[in-house]
């Protein structure tokens, strides 16, 4: 069974870093893309990073671009986002998700990927 669990989400103040960690279990990580996304209240999830198999492409948004950086460990079958420089606009559940694709890229399209994580909750707030 495909399972995708978040965790490293909080409070933090602006300015500051969280690192979150997407553990993944029920399929080899190898041959999956990986997506981080988002959904503030009231807002549609988005984009927010995306990485394809051969780690060789790797996608941000436009407004992390430079403070986040997606980077994963298949050994440990664990995907991270780095989030630095949080600023309150970063308020948000955040979600990783999975999709088996030998394509040498990724999207930040929600409907490509099949398989989701719960979701892990970062407060940005002084």
């Known amino acids: 069974q495909v399972q995708l669990v978040e965790s490293g989400g909080g409070l933090v103040q602006p300015g500051g870093s969280l690192r979150l960690s997407c553990v993944v279990s029920?399929?080899?990580?190898?041959?999956?893309?990986i997506g981080w996304f988002r959904q503030a209240p009231g807002k549609e999830r988005e984009g927010v990073s995306c990485i394809n198999r051969g780690d060789v492409y790797a996608y941000y948004t436009d407004s992390v671009k430079g403070r986040f950086t997606i980077s994963r460990d298949n050994a440990k079958n664990t995907v991270y986002l780095q989030m630095n420089s949080l600023n309150p606009e970063d308020t948000a559940v955040y979600y990783c998700a999975a999709r088996n694709s030998a394509l040498s890229y990724c999207t930040l399209n929600k409907a490509w990927f099949p398989n989701w994580g719960q979701g892990t909750k970062v407060t940005v707030s002084s």
């Open positions: 029920g399929f080899t990580l190898d041959y999956y893309a």
